[in-house]
């Protein structure tokens, strides 16, 4: 423990001297890698590297140690500094939260998951499934999911268990159930299952905003989908119409995506 410690102490620090980035030099550098300065590289991810500890704390209770979840975060930063695009008005942290956590899951269904599950496209909707209905028939879940119902049934027992601690306890002979069962964080499969969601969603909402108009797409683009929206005074003034006509475009083009995105997730 203490060598976790002092280990994730030096990593904190280490972050801390990094050189938070604005906006302004975050876009700069991006560009710079964009175009093939790899020297670029470096800052952006130094950036963003106490933003790492702070998503790998969210999985400290899965029973990896903490470092490990840093350093497979540090690879979901990296996959995401590759993929960036400052032009689409976020910044690096918020973009690289998704690859970080995806790494970070990854990494614990492969190495702490004891019982492998959702390898199959029926067994994620069935992951889904219970895990937004709690249904415990093994028929219903199977009618709902597509699987048979001799595959639900064996895995029932895992969804509904969850996983078991293999640390040892003080009184191995009176252990209590609530000492058998693993802790209430969520788990690999519902992380996985999650992200998988994730993408799917992400891509419909991409689909969604490809079908719009020029101007439908710049409104949506910028006001939901940054994280600093435009106001609809000046989006009017950029297009040349009121900031009422700006509103009833956005309302018009939501409700079009809400349409397109039902069909799709």
Same mark, same amino acid.
């Given at each position: 423990?203490?060598?976790?410690?002092?280990?994730?102490?030096?990593? @904190?620090?280490?972050?801390?001297?990094?050189? $938070?980035?604005? &906006?302004?030099?975050?876009?700069?550098? #991006?560009?710079?890698?964009?175009?093939?300065?790899?020297?670029?590289?470096? &800052?952006?991810?130094?950036?963003?590297?106490?933003?790492?500890?702070? /998503?790998?704390?969210?999985? @400290?209770?899965?029973?990896?140690?903490?470092?490990?979840?840093?350093?497979?975060?540090?690879?979901?930063?990296?996959?995401?500094?590759? %993929?960036?695009?400052?032009?689409?008005? =976020?910044?690096?942290?918020?973009?690289?939260?998704?690859?970080?956590?995806?790494?970070?899951?990854?990494? =614990?269904?492969?190495?702490?998951?004891?019982?492998?599950?959702? +390898?199959?496209?029926?067994?994620? $909707?069935?992951?889904?499934?219970?895990?937004?209905?709690?249904?415990?028939?093994?028929?219903?879940?199977?009618?709902? +999911?597509?699987?048979?119902?001799?595959? /639900?049934?064996?895995?029932?027992?895992?969804?509904?268990?969850?996983?078991?601690?293999? +640390?040892?306890?003080?009184?191995?002979?009176?252990?209590?159930?609530?000492?058998?069962?693993?802790?209430?964080?969520?788990?690999?499969?519902?992380?996985?299952?999650?992200?998988?969601?994730?993408?799917?969603?992400?891509?419909? /909402?991409?689909? #969604?905003? #490809?079908?719009?108009?020029?101007?439908?797409?710049?409104?949506?683009?910028?006001?939901?989908?940054?994280?600093? &929206?435009?106001?609809?005074?000046?989006?009017?003034?950029?297009?040349? =119409?009121?900031?009422? !006509?700006? $509103?009833?475009?956005?309302?018009?083009?939501?409700? @079009?995506?809400?349409? !397109?995105?039902? %069909?799709? =997730?």
């Amino acid at each position: 423990m203490a060598t976790t410690t002092n280990a994730l102490s030096l990593y @904190r620090t280490e972050a801390a001297r990094s050189t $938070r980035l604005t &906006p302004e030099a975050e876009r700069e550098l #991006a560009l710079r890698y964009q175009r093939g300065d790899q020297g670029a590289r470096a &800052p952006l991810v130094a950036g963003c590297l106490d933003f790492v500890v702070s /998503v790998a704390l969210e999985y @400290r209770r899965w029973g990896a140690p903490i470092e490990d979840l840093v350093q497979e975060g540090n690879i979901g930063l990296l996959k995401a500094v590759e %993929h960036f695009d400052p032009s689409r008005g =976020v910044r690096l942290a918020t973009y690289a939260r998704f690859w970080i956590r995806a790494e970070i899951r990854e990494f =614990v269904a492969r190495q702490y998951r004891m019982v492998r599950l959702g +390898s199959s496209k029926g067994e994620r $909707r069935a992951l889904r499934l219970y895990r937004k209905t709690r249904e415990q028939r093994p028929d219903v879940l199977a009618a709902m +999911s597509g699987l048979s119902t001799e595959r /639900v049934t064996a895995m029932l027992p895992m969804l509904i268990a969850g996983d078991l601690s293999l +640390s040892p306890q003080p009184d191995e002979d009176r252990q209590s159930l609530l000492d058998r069962i693993g802790d209430g964080a969520v788990s690999a499969e519902d992380a996985l299952a999650d992200a998988d969601e994730a993408r799917r969603l992400r891509d419909a /909402v991409s689909s #969604a905003v #490809a079908e719009l108009s020029v101007r439908e797409q710049d409104i949506i683009r910028r006001r939901l989908l940054t994280d600093d &929206p435009i106001t609809l005074e000046r989006l009017g003034a950029s297009w040349g =119409v009121s900031k009422e !006509r700006v $509103r009833q475009i956005e309302e018009a083009a939501k409700a @079009r995506m809400r349409v !397109r995105l039902q %069909h799709a =997730v």
